[in-house]
């Protein structure tokens, strides 16, 4: 149906009527407009107060860990939240622990309900059962279970307030000065603060204090009742020489990493913060990583090891003590007569060292007083002969050449060449005498001689130390069976510890195995290999494919 609109008044009207009518839409659709803004508005309100003093944003940092130099910086002292990069310090006072005994690898710590119900990432344990130490480092190194974090925190520090202000005092004594913990597991806390730098420190300092715990932060996955547990630093099996440590991802913090890198002599920890995924954080570590490579010393550590200072400037020093009132017999004590002087002896000698093989009063003839010079002592035990002059003869002629052997005939007896002796008018051939056992102790002071004369009867052969420094060129003692090598470590006592947790790993096939260290000369310095003889190629095989579960290296020798 149309109409026409033919008059003055009639367009009137129609325009009158479509003004009224835009004017009515026009505030509908700004009331809707300003009550969002409202809305919108306290929204931002609430988001501002929920998220008050949180530090947001990106730092990074790359250090030469041979001289300890700065190859790459941005925002490096700013602050940030250290989200699960937190649980480096948990595991740092954690291997203390191991350190000094306190606990060992398969001490168990007990789950507390506390602990249980942390937010994830968790291993989800149960409240009242217990975890060992160490499925708790492989669980803090691949899932970085909150949970395992609060255990540790509350068998190391009683509560977990309390080991964070352990975690504190600690970063302040490594020179992490920008540094607070408010928990053990890095979940959101707007307190819980650290710096790019703060952050490199802990990554070397962990490594120099705990070389041996530190190969943890290479576990690749752990296998905990059944279930495999991967590890999320994806950085280590994409970049060559990687070899740790640890992320972090809170809403607050972003993605954050800190990497270790060690290769062709080279030795890096960088540190990214505030990463907007993950696989943007790795690649921001790959860059600066890659791009300071070159730039970083190929040799010999320059740089001293992080350690911990003993004093903190954050403790107030101690107050004095008040003095201890003084009582009234002792302030005016009864006259006594004075001490004499003492009076200067004068000794024409020292007194003789007398050792707890030698008995002074059974001593022979006085001869040398030159003093004994110590040296190398391999003690030897060689059987007697038999009571007939031929046995004799032949025990002689077989160990003459034994080092620590004294021979029954004088003739036979010739000193060492590398020991100086007393000069004497004629010199004759000497005899330690019958039943007498020495042992080098250190420098003593014979107050009489300890051999008798040539002409003496011949005694029965004895046990005695060697006079002569030991031949270095000494074959080891033979060894039979298979070998199994567990590694090559810079110290005997390293190498002795990794076969002491070796064994408690593959119990079976090693029982009965022969462990122990053989010393090899690498450049500059000495390596201690870690090995157990004795073997057959079986239980060798076995030992390997159980040591290799455990994240040990392991490999076969024919010997």
């Not at 300890?68 to 910086?73: A, P, S, T």
């Not at 290479?218 to 547990?229: A, C, H």
């Amino acid at each position: 149906m149309n109409f026409a609109i033919s008059t003055p008044l009639t367009k009137t009207l129609v325009a009158a009527t479509l003004v009224a009518a835009m004017t009515v839409m026009a505030t509908g659709a700004d009331a809707k407009p300003k009550k969002s803004r409202a809305a919108q508005a306290s929204s931002r309100s609430t988001t501002t107060d929920e998220y008050a003093g949180w530090r947001r944003g990106t730092a990074a940092i790359v250090v030469d860990g041979n001289t300890g130099k700065i190859l790459y910086e941005e925002n490096a002292d700013a602050l940030r939240h250290p989200a699960s990069l937190t649980k480096i310090m948990t595991l740092y006072m954690l291997f203390e622990q191991l350190e000094n005994g306190r606990l060992k690898l398969s001490s168990d710590m007990p789950v507390s309900a506390r602990a249980a119900s942390q937010s994830p990432s968790k291993l989800n344990l149960r409240p009242g059962s217990t975890i060992e130490v160490e499925d708790a480092i492989k669980a803090i190194v691949t899932r970085s279970a909150n949970d395992v974090a609060v255990v540790i925190a509350e068998a190391v520090g009683g509560t977990e307030p309390a080991f964070a202000e352990m975690m504190t005092r600690k970063a302040r004594a490594l020179g992490m000065s920008n540094t607070t913990f408010r928990n053990a597991s890095g979940l959101p806390n707007p307190g819980q603060i650290t710096t790019a730098r703060d952050l490199a420190i802990l990554g070397r300092a962990i490594q120099d204090r705990f070389p041996r715990e530190y190969r943890y932060f290479s576990t690749r996955s752990f296998v905990y009742r059944g279930e495999t547990i991967g590890n999320h630093n994806r950085l280590m099996l994409r970049m060559d020489g990687v070899d740790g440590i640890k992320t972090g991802y809170t809403n607050a913090s972003g993605f954050n990493l800190v990497t270790s890198l060690h290769r062709d002599d080279r030795f890096l920890v960088g540190v990214v913060l505030g990463g907007s995924s993950a696989s943007s954080r790795d690649q921001r570590m790959a860059g600066i990583l890659s791009s300071n490579f070159n730039r970083a010393y190929a040799g010999a550590r320059t740089a001293p090891k992080v350690v911990e200072t003993a004093a903190r400037d954050e403790e107030p020093a101690p107050r004095p003590m008040p003095a201890p009132p003084v009582r009234q017999a002792e302030a005016a004590p009864a006259p006594v007569a004075p001490l004499p002087t003492p009076q200067r002896v004068a000794y024409a000698a020292a007194d003789p060292v007398t050792t707890a093989s030698v008995q002074p009063s059974r001593l022979p003839t006085p001869g040398s007083t030159e003093p004994i010079k110590p040296v190398a002592v391999k003690t030897m035990t060689i059987s007697r002969p038999a009571n007939n002059p031929a046995a004799a003869q032949t025990f002689a002629a077989q160990d003459s050449q034994v080092l620590g052997y004294v021979t029954p005939q004088p003739s036979t007896l010739t000193p060492p060449t590398d020991i100086e002796l007393a000069p004497a008018a004629a010199p004759q051939p000497q005899r330690v005498s019958a039943g007498v056992r020495t042992a080098a102790a250190g420098p003593v002071a014979l107050p009489a001689a300890t051999v008798a004369s040539a002409t003496a009867p011949a005694p029965k052969p004895v046990r005695v130390a060697s006079a002569a420094p030991i031949a270095p060129q000494a074959a080891a003692p033979a060894r039979s069976g298979w070998i199994i090598q567990i590694g090559a470590f810079g110290g005997e006592k390293e190498a002795r510890t990794q076969l002491d947790a070796a064994r408690g790993k593959a119990a079976g096939p090693l029982k009965g195995a022969d462990p122990y260290t053989e010393k090899v000369e690498k450049g500059r310095s000495d390596i201690y290999r870690a090995r157990f003889a004795g073997l057959t190629e079986k239980s060798a095989k076995e030992a390997c494919r159980l040591l290799e579960r455990n994240k040990f290296d392991c490999m076969t020798l024919r010997n």
